[in-house]
């Protein structure tokens, strides 16, 4: 029996091969099409969802699963582990955390929960991390200090393509106060700790591709990258060429993002994840 087993949830963005292969447990979060359910990565492929989310009336919206579903999927793990090391979405953006924090509760302290501070693959490093300290038999301790220090160093940026799907979904406070000054602009924001920050917004697409590039550019050297995107790839790809991808731990990886996350940014975004070197 392992040690430790990593769980996560499916907002963490990690390749299902990855997941796989770290034998990480990932909870699905809920997209709702009007009337249909559908748990995340099953039964609405990314790009078809992508495809259609422009024209979808009403709007897609998200769930947290249930606590039960998360004691579920600790209960299993606990088969396999003597402890589990659980890693969130940030807890200012979902209930996810909570859900999952509640579900701990059952389990004798068996079960750790962490509030990533982050979302996509900010949120899925923590969770890679973690399961290399994990599969090579380290501690509970061991775990949570792989997490933390990956929580330090890390760095989100991305430009929405609109403010829309960010200001409906009303996560963002300053998303709805800003509408009027960014109709013609393409917003940046960066997420940092919880929070998700207005950065200076440029007027066209060409220009923002280009201020992402600075910003990949003066992370420096770096252990992990991610290229995020909800449905425009290309942009995404080139931004690999202003990073400093001589010491990565993994190759650098072009995510398509999660519905439940382009549900609240919409589509066309692009983004990047660093963590700085150590």
Request: hydrophobic share 50%.
């Amino acid at each position: 029996m392992s040690q430790v087993c990593i769980v996560t949830d499916s907002t963490a963005d990690i390749p299902p091969a990855l997941a796989a292969e770290y034998g990480i447990v990932v909870v699905p979060a809920v997209v709702i099409l009007g009337a249909e359910q559908f748990l995340d990565g099953e039964g609405l492929s990314r790009a078809e969802f992508y495809r259609r989310l422009p024209a979808m009336q009403p709007l897609p919206t998200t769930a947290a699963p249930s606590v039960g579903v998360f004691a579920e999927a600790y209960r299993a793990a606990l088969t396999t582990a003597n402890a589990v090391v659980g890693i969130f979405l940030a807890s200012t953006l979902s209930s996810i955390y909570q859900h999952a924090r509640l579900a701990a509760q059952d389990f004798g302290g068996r079960v750790h929960v962490v509030d990533s501070g982050q979302l996509t693959m900010g949120l899925g490093f923590q969770v890679l991390a973690a399961a290399r300290v994990a599969r090579e038999g380290g501690s509970v301790a061991d775990v949570l200090e792989a997490v933390q220090s990956i929580q330090q160093r890390v760095r989100l940026v991305a430009m929405l393509d609109t403010l829309e799907f960010l200001r409906r979904s009303g996560r963002v406070s300053w998303a709805k106060a800003r509408l009027g000054s960014l109709l013609q602009l393409k917003p940046f924001l960066e997420v940092r700790q919880g929070e998700v920050l207005s950065l200076p917004a440029v007027r066209t697409r060409r220009k923002g591709l280009a201020r992402l590039a600075e910003h990949v550019r003066a992370w420096g050297a770096l252990d992990y990258l991610a290229l995020l995107h909800s449905g425009a790839p290309e942009d995404a790809e080139a931004l690999v060429d202003a990073a400093d991808t001589s010491g990565l731990v993994l190759p650098p990886m072009t995510v398509l993002v999660t519905t439940v996350i382009g549900t609240h940014v919409g589509p066309r975004g692009v983004g990047a994840v660093g963590v700085l070197k150590a």
